[in-house]
């Protein structure tokens, strides 16, 4: 099946540093990759839709200054926490679809995660 | 906000026996999907059902689909400790891409 790589898988940081996470599609174009945050026993949480090629498209209260998501080709995409500070730590999990005629357009393919620490 | 409801929240069973989770929407679909997760991991793609399909089988598992009463349901055969995690059910919000993810259930099989 598709495989979507994250890295790194955990992090630590200090408050207020910038933290750059990126997820990879390793055997599959994708044109849309989707970000996600997940607090501990909670589900996962829409953060932003990244496109290749055009802005990304984050979820109402989620702050795009905050989170910077570039996704510079059909198989990487990059999501910063800037000025990190400890209310951010959490689990962000990255999916990524496949194009049209593709590994299942339909179904979003999951990363390992990154568990992000911010002292 | 989410759109998926799951219930149980947490389910204990003895292996052999079988598991069924239930989720609930809010609005139209194109289709749901089931995800497992295991403690600290990513999400594994269990099986999309369509909402012109009423049932479907993956080895051991048995998806249902009802969208007149917008609900699905997962049920695991013959369960093992290693299907001890954590489902998902997951609908296509207002027919986009972006999924929407319910609350989750935390299945624990004893050995």
């Known amino acids: 099946g598709a495989v979507v790589s994250q890295h790194p898988s955990r992090v630590i940081c200090k408050s207020g540093t910038s933290v750059k996470i990126e997820c990879r599609s390793l055997?599959?174009?994708?044109?849309?990759m989707f970000w996600y945050r997940q607090f501990p026993k909670q589900s996962l949480m829409l953060m932003a839709t990244?496109?290749?090629?055009?802005?990304?498209?984050?979820e109402q209260g989620v702050e795009k200054d905050k989170f910077l998501i570039n996704h510079a080709s059909l198989t990487l995409s990059t999501l910063t926490v800037t000025s990190a500070h400890p209310e951010d730590s959490s689990f962000y999990i990255c999916?990524?679809?496949?194009?049209?005629?593709?590994?299942?357009?339909?179904?979003?393919?999951f990363g390992p995660g990154t568990r992000l620490t911010v002292l | 906000s989410q759109q998926g409801e799951e219930d149980p929240q947490a389910l204990s069973i003895q292996e052999g026996e079988n598991a069924t989770m239930n989720c609930s929407y809010k609005?139209?679909?194109?289709?749901l999907q089931w995800y497992r997760q295991n403690s600290g991991r990513g999400l594994v793609h269990l099986i999309l059902?369509?909402?012109?399909?009423r049932e479907k089988h993956s080895g051991r598992l048995r998806v249902t689909l009802d969208t007149s009463k917008k609900s699905s349901s997962l049920l695991i055969t013959a369960s093992r400790a290693a299907d001890t995690a954590s489902y998902f059910c997951?609908?296509?919000?207002?027919?986009?891409?972006?999924?929407?993810f319910g609350q989750g259930t935390r299945l624990t099989i004893n050995p």
């Open positions: 999916s990524a679809v496949g194009l049209a005629g593709g590994w299942g357009t339909d179904t979003q393919y």
């Open positions: 055997d599959f174009q994708a044109t849309t």
């Open positions: 990244s496109n290749e090629g055009s802005k990304a498209t984050y």
């Open positions: 609005t139209s679909i194109n289709n």
């Open positions: 059902i369509r909402s012109n399909e």
């Open positions: 997951a609908t296509d919000a207002q027919g986009a891409q972006k999924l929407v």
